[in-house]
Every structure is written in structure tokens, then in C-alpha cells.
């Protein structure tokens, strides 16, 4: 059977910073290790006044395209992931395909377009769309663009504003490859949740305990789901672990709980036993407060351990070193995590092809799917390509009271006037209104 997964991938992050162990800090009078150490994060990436969702996927997506040598006929399926939208009708796709058709001759006419929505999950969803597509041979010889954008934008004061991150990133997906082939096999966790959501609303309403713990739970259930079609999964199985990261210590959550189930009856949970005992089991309590207190405790002393901080630092870790410095991407953020951890490798001048990767995706309200990824030989060159430290590095460095005008430009009810902190060049921006309330946009050379 012929391999289908991601054969590229490119990323364009928003053209402005927001330094949190600085100006963010200052400004809320907090001590700057509560981000840098507590979220783990440093800074945010953000729009500048003629960027928006529609101009980072387009700019993603012809870096790609041109990148690969292709032509709007070399691709059959444009789907967007979002949860950022800004039309309860006309998908994002359509834009993004309008964008591209400025640049290139011919047209995506013939492109089946549409629009995913499942909060952070739907990037990820997308590309199970891609994959089935091109499994039915229905592709005719062509591959699926699948963009995920967002700008992950929250009320001021809110206490997910210090998470805020703007974003693309744009995947090829294929026949052949060169960059990850996706397992058959996938695990799913998903329930009727209230955890995080936008009710006709730009941004979001959150019940941040219980998006944590909706999170540790739908991980949990797609990670049960995933071994009962592909076995059991153990730690020397995989070399890393992308998870969604609306930041990296929720990641660090979902790791420990991750640890903790694979290695439970296992040698490793033996060699551990030795120093903090053994997990606690359920049927050995009265009642389930005792046993929930029993893991918290055993979680914190785990997490302690020599044995799980290794495991951490190799195959999780090497994820987050981009989401650091840019903030939440909502669809985009898992798809950053193993750009992250490629990138990681590549760095290292580690060759990973053949190895597997355990990917862990999750959106609000609520669902996770977990599946595999096997790194193929064209690996090392498609990484090698991105430019994502240039990117964050030339970024615009804000001060407060400019982020509060950036913050003002984008959002929906007040959509202030703003000079541009940058200046466009190679790429797309928006360009005003339309007849009908669209937005219209242009290429910039």
C-alpha cells in the first residue's frame, strides 16, 4: 500500500512580538518567571494591521507551493482549519485560493475547497480528510494543501491573554512523502464538553480548571482508543511526542499523565517502584478521593524521578522550543510541535528517518485523536528549508501601548484604524471592503 502523509510543510508566524518577561510582565506587575517558567512561554507572535488569518495562510501557502515546484493544477483539495473565522458562510479556502490565483496561472476551479471547525483539533482533522481522500483515489494524481490559521486573540484582562499567538502553518499532503507518512491506525477521545468556546463571539469564554482537566481526560481516552487497534504503546516506541500546546505547561500535564499509563505494568514501573512505589490502583482505596489524592501525590513524586525527567527532556521537550516564542496557534499548534521536534533533530544532526512519533491532538468541546507518524528519508531537507528563526527573529517588537492599539485593530466590534509596523514585502495583506462586506486582498512585492 502506498504511503500517504505530510510530504511539506511551511510556517508564517505574525508580523509583530509581544515580549512577555518584559512588557507583559511589567505591565501586570507580575514576576516575569510566571510565564517563562509557569506557562513557559516568552513571548507572543501577533498580526500587524494588514494580516489576518487569511493572509498568513495564503503567505504559508505559496512559500510551500513555491518551495515544491507546484501549480494550482498539481492540487485537487484546499481545506482550511480555523477557529478564528470571520464568515459563518463562505469558507476561509476560498480566500486563500483567491490569494493564490493573483500569483500563479491558472486557477483552483477545480479544487474541491472547504472549512473545518473543532476548535484546535480541526487541523489535524483536516488532514485525516486529506489522507481518506487520497486512500480512495479520488485525488486523480493530486495532493491536498491543508492550512491551519488562526489568531489565537482573547478579551483584554482575560487569563488567557499572556497565551495569545498568531499564525499559519501550511501541509502538502501526499503520496510518497518526504516528510512523515501517518499511521492507519488512530485513537480518539471526545465528549460533549464546556470547557472552552465562542458562543457568536470573537473570543473565547474558558473555564481554565476545567479545560485542564477536559484535556487530561479526552488525552487519556484517545491514548486507551490508539492501543486497542495498534497495541499497547511503549516509551522506546517513539521518539517523540507532539502534543497540542495552547502552552507548554499544559503540555507538561498531559506528558506525566502520559508516562504514567504507558509504563503502568511494566519493567519501568518497577524500577520505579524502587524509589516512589508503585501506581496507585483503584480498586486498592475505599472511596475515590483517597485515590485521587494517592495520584496526585504519586504524579508529583514521578515527575521528580530521574527516569521520567529524561524521557521528558528527549521526547518532549525538543516540541516546544517554537511555541516558547510565539504563543497558542490553535489548529496550528500541534503542527508546530512537530516542526519543533524535527527541527530539534535536525540541529542536533540527528537522522530520525524511520523513526515514529506519537502524535496527540486535542480541541475544545471536547476531542483528542492520537496516531502515528513515521519520519521518512526526505526529512532533513524539507526542515532544512523552513525559515521560522528568521521569521522570529525580524518580528516587531512591541511596546504596551501599541499592543493595546494591535489589539483594538483585530478586534471584530471595534476594528480601529492602525499604521502597519512593518512593511509587507513578498507577501499577501488585506486590502479593504468589498461591495458585500468582504474582505479583499492583494500581493505585495
Known amino acids: 500500500m502506498t504511503a500517504v502523509g505530510i510530504d511539506a510543510v511551511e510556517v508564517w508566524t505574525g508580523n509583530l512580538k509581544l515580549d512577555l518577561a518584559e512588557t507583559f510582565a511589567d505591565e501586570k506587575g507580575k514576576d516575569p518567571a510566571y510565564f517563562t517558567k509557569g506557562l513557559g512561554l516568552r513571548a507572543s507572535s501577533l498580526p500587524d494591521s494588514y494580516e489576518d488569518i487569511v493572509t498568513m495562510g495564503a503567505n504559508a501557502s505559496k512559500k510551500l ?20 473565522s470571520f464568515d459563518n458562510s463562505k469558507p476561509i479556502s476560498t480566500y486563500i485560493a483567491g490569494c493564490l490565483e493573483q500569483v500563479y496561472e491558472g486557477d483552483f476551479h477545480h479544487a474541491n475547497k472547504g472549512e473545518r471547525k473543532f476548535a484546535c483539533i480541526a487541523g489535524t482533522q483536516s488532514i485525516d480528510d486529506a489522507y481518506n481522500w487520497i486512500r480512495a483515489g479520488r485525488n486523480r494524481g493530486r495532493a491536498a494543501l491543508v492550512v ?11 487569563s488567557g491573554e499572556a497565551t ?6 501550511a501541509m502538502l499532503i501526499d503520496e510518497d512523502p518526504d516528510l512523515v507518512e501517518l499511521s492507519t491506525e488512530q485513537g480518539y477521545g471526545s465528549a460533549d464538553e464546556t470547557d472552552f468556546l465562542k458562543p457568536n463571539q470573537q473570543f473565547p469564554s474558558v473555564d481554565g480548571k476545567r479545560s485542564v482537566q477536559v484535556y487530561l481526560a479526552r488525552m487519556r481516552e484517545a491514548l486507551e482508543d490508539y492501543e486497542s487497534v495498534a497495541g499497547d504503546v511503549r516509551l522506546e516506541d517513539f521518539i517523540y511526542a507532539p502534543f497540542h500546546t495552547p502552552y507548554p505547561g499544559m503540555v507538561r500535564k498531559a506528558a506525566a499523565l502520559a508516562y504514567r499509563h504507558v509504563t503502568r505494568d511494566t519493567p519501568v514501573e518497577e524500577e520505579l517502584a524502587e524509589s516512589i512505589g508503585r501506581q496507585p490502583r483503584r480498586e486498592s482505596f475505599d ?3 483517597e485515590y485521587e489524592e494517592a495520584v496526585r501525590e504519586y504524579m508529583d513524586a514521578l515527575k521528580e524521578t530521574e527516569q521520567y525527567q529524561d524521557w521528558y527532556a528527549a521526547t518532549v521537550d525538543p516540541t516546544l522550543t517554537i511555541s516558547r516564542d510565539v504563543g497558542n496557534w490553535y489548529t496550528g499548534s ?5 516542526v519543533s521536534a524535527l527541527k530539534t533533530a535536525l540541529e542536533s544532526d540527528r537522522d530520525v528517518a524511520g523513526e515514529s512519533m506519537l502524535v496527540a491532538s486535542y480541541g475544545s468541546g471536547a476531542q483528542a485523536e492520537i496516531h502515528g507518524e513515521v519520519v521518512q528519508d526526505g526529512w532533513a531537507d524539507e526542515i532544512a528549508a523552513l525559515d521560522v ?6 518580528r516587531y517588537d512591541l511596546s504596551w501601548a501599541e499592543y493595546e492599539q494591535v489589539h483594538d ?13 512593518t512593511t509587507p514585502e513578498a507577501e499577501f495583506v488585506f486590502d479593504g471592503w468589498g461591495r458585500m462586506g468582504e474582505r479583499k486582498y492583494t500581493y505585495v512585492e
Request: aromatic letters at 4%.
Open 148 to 158: 491551519a490559521t488562526d489568531t489565537a486573540l482573547y478579551a483584554r484582562d482575560d
Open 164 to 169: 495569545q499567538g498568531a499564525g499559519a502553518v
Open 409 to 421: 485593530r483585530h478586534n471584530h466590534e471595534m476594528d480601529s484604524e492602525l499604521e502597519e509596523f
Open 287 to 289: 472511596d475515590d478521593g
Open 65 to 84: 507551493m513555491d518551495r515544491k515546484g507546484l501549480e494550482p493544477d498539481d492540487i485537487g483539495r484546499i481545506d482550511v482549519a480555523t477557529e478564528s
Open 334 to 338: 500541534v503542527h508546530l510541535a512537530r
Open 389 to 394: 528563526d528568521e521569521q522570529i527573529a525580524e
